[in-house]
């Protein structure tokens, strides 16, 4: 193992140790029944179908600066955005359809109502609910988007590298976390909720390699000298994915 190994090790294990405890006891543990599932799904809806548009968009400020101050894009910006657009990718349905149907079907991509991983959210929703549901943008989660852009879109690529790293740590263990909580207090067979099951059920989860594809930035983004900022921007993106959990509990209270 090299220095930058061992280095990248020793940064992503302290950021992980300031957040663990925030995981460990995730909001959505404390949810177990029919009325706080139905008052969080809303909202969790409305965060899944942002999330590539955010992520996405994300780029935006970095390129228009390095436009208007006429410089070349630094290679941070093509590792951050690289990896924003693979989830964003994802998260559309892309990835899925290109790995199962190759290039022949790559415009099965434009039927969205079948591959957008927030549509299948939707399904799961109206199944469970025996009604249609909308997305709720309204607070908390749209102050909490918001701030989650603003960390996303920094022009800082080690405060970019923290956001992308916590949101997926924190959506793995979310994700888990709301699926229990809706198999249980509905009772339903879990693996047919298709939304949870393509992220973290089966043998072969897709948000464990989403975990470790961010964490691989940090090799490449984040120097010893960057270590304090990026322990100190990962508890502050952790802490505001579990505020905003946390806030989704209280409103059926």
Not at 212 to 228: F, G, I, K, N
Request: proline share 4%.
């Amino acid at each position: 193992m090299c220095i930058q190994d061992e280095f990248s090790v020793s940064v992503i294990d302290e950021a992980q140790a300031n957040v663990r405890y925030l995981l460990d006891d995730h909001p959505f543990r404390s949810v177990h029944t029919e009325r706080q599932v139905n008052e969080i799904l809303p909202h969790y809806l409305a965060m899944s179908q942002a999330f590539p548009y955010l992520q996405a968009g994300s780029q935006a400020n970095s390129i228009l600066t390095a436009i208007k101050s006429n410089y070349e894009v630094p290679r941070s910006l093509e590792i951050t955005s690289v990896v924003g657009n693979f989830l964003s990718w994802d998260e559309t349905g892309g990835a899925y359809v290109m790995d199962r149907y190759g290039k022949p079907g790559l415009s099965k991509i434009l039927d969205t109502e079948k591959w957008f991983h927030a549509n299948l959210l939707k399904t799961d929703i109206e199944k469970l609910t025996g009604k249609p549901v909308s997305p709720e943008f309204g607070d908390p989660t749209g102050s909490y988007l918001t701030n989650l852009f603003e960390g996303l879109a920094s022009l800082s690529a080690v405060t970019r590298c923290a956001y992308m790293v916590s949101f997926e740590m924190h959506a793995n263990t979310m994700i888990s976390a709301l699926w229990d909580a809706v198999s249980s207090s509905y009772g339903v067979d879990r693996n047919q909720l298709k939304y949870f099951e393509c992220h973290v059920g089966g043998d072969d989860p897709a948000e464990a390699y989403h975990v470790a594809m961010t964490r691989q930035m940090v090799d490449l983004l984040v120097s010893p000298e960057d270590e304090a900022q990026f322990v100190s921007d990962s508890l502050k993106a952790m802490q505001e994915n579990i505020n905003w959990c946390a806030a989704l509990t209280k409103l059926s209270q």
